[in-house]
């Protein structure tokens, strides 16, 4: 459900049409946090829900050049690197399929200050391990629990690299 999907479903879904492809970049900050942000009421898709920074993969364009163009679009960071993808999923809106690859990245710039494109996002948060009911919102405004979901694999990942690497030491 990563933004940025609008334009594809104004085209107009049709059955048998190929997959739009979205990627979802879960930007982790030092505290092992995600960072989410709040999509605006305007929005045609999902408004007001918890949503990761993401959207459709242009024409042309790789996976890793779409995850670092959101990224900037976004938010104004610099991706640094990717971590692990952590989901890929089909999901469908408007009659339009979509099939959407979250990654769990690290970027460069003042995570204090995102530079939210303000008529798509409200507003921003950053979700502790321990935080991700702040994402049930979403189940309650009547959509489903897709971010929770891919919030809690980045957070269950991170935490497993993390055991990973002290059994290291």
């Known amino acids: ?25 879960l930007i982790r900050d030092p505290y092992d946090r995600i960072f989410v942000q709040r999509r605006s009421a305007g929005r045609r898709l999902f408004p007001e829900c918890w949503d990761v920074v993401g959207g459709a993969v242009e024409e042309g364009e790789s996976l890793l050049d779409a995850l670092r163009r959101e990224i900037t679009e976004e938010t104004g960071w610099r991706l640094r690197r990717v971590l692990a993808r952590v989901a890929h999923e089909e ?6 399929r979509h099939i959407e690859s979250d990654y769990v990245v690290e970027v460069d710039g003042d995570l204090s200050s995102p530079e939210l494109e303000r008529d798509k996002h409200t507003e921003f948060a950053w979700v502790a391990a321990e935080d991700v009911s702040l994402l049930d919102e979403n189940a309650r405004r009547g959509n489903s629990t897709f971010i929770k979901d891919v919030v809690t694999a980045a957070h269950a990942w991170l935490a497993d690299a993390s055991r990973k690497s002290r059994k290291a030491l």
Do not use: H, S, Y
Not at 91 to 96: M, P, Q, R, S, V
């Open 1 to 25: 459900m990563a933004e940025g999907t609008e334009g594809a479903e104004a085209t107009g879904g049709t059955e048998g049409a190929e997959p739009r492809r979205i990627v979802g970049a």
């Open 91 to 96: 999901w469908t809106a408007d009659g339009l």
